[in-house]
């Protein structure tokens, strides 16, 4: 029976013996240089004085961008299961709907008041 010695080097890397992944360092540097680009954009929205609803729209986009780049990257969330994503982002996307929701309902109200209370 053969058996290997307590100080062999095992044939796999330490974060493939514990079931996680190993990622090459390329795909890191390409997402750090696309957040520097994403960034670069951002802040050319003021530097080029843009106003009104293109430079919300813009400053958004560029945003919900990065943090989704951040999220699927360095928190290694697009490597997951469907259902661990699901558990961590529908959450706070319901949130976000109820806080949608209430804004709308507060419009509504405000422009009751002002029309029956002058």
């Known amino acids: 029976m053969a058996t290997t010695p307590a100080h062999a080097a095992p044939d796999v890397e330490p974060a493939e013996s514990h079931g996680g992944q190993a990622h090459p360092i390329g795909l890191y540097l390409k997402v750090w240089v696309l957040l520097f680009i994403l960034s670069t954009m951002s802040y050319m929205v003021d530097y080029l004085h843009l106003s009104g609803m293109l430079r919300w729209i813009l400053i958004l986009l560029f945003m919900v961008l990065k943090a989704g780049?951040?999220?699927?990257?360095?928190?290694?969330?697009?490597?997951?299961?469907?259902?661990?994503?699901?558990?961590?982002?529908?959450?706070?996307?319901?949130?976000?709907?109820?806080?949608?929701?209430?804004?709308?309902?507060?419009?509504?109200?405000f422009l009751t008041r002002g029309m029956f209370f002058r």
């Open 69 to 109: 780049l951040i999220v699927a990257v360095f928190m290694h969330m697009a490597w997951e299961r469907l259902a661990l994503i699901c558990a961590i982002l529908l959450p706070p996307l319901c949130l976000l709907v109820l806080v949608w929701l209430m804004a709308t309902e507060a419009d509504y109200t």
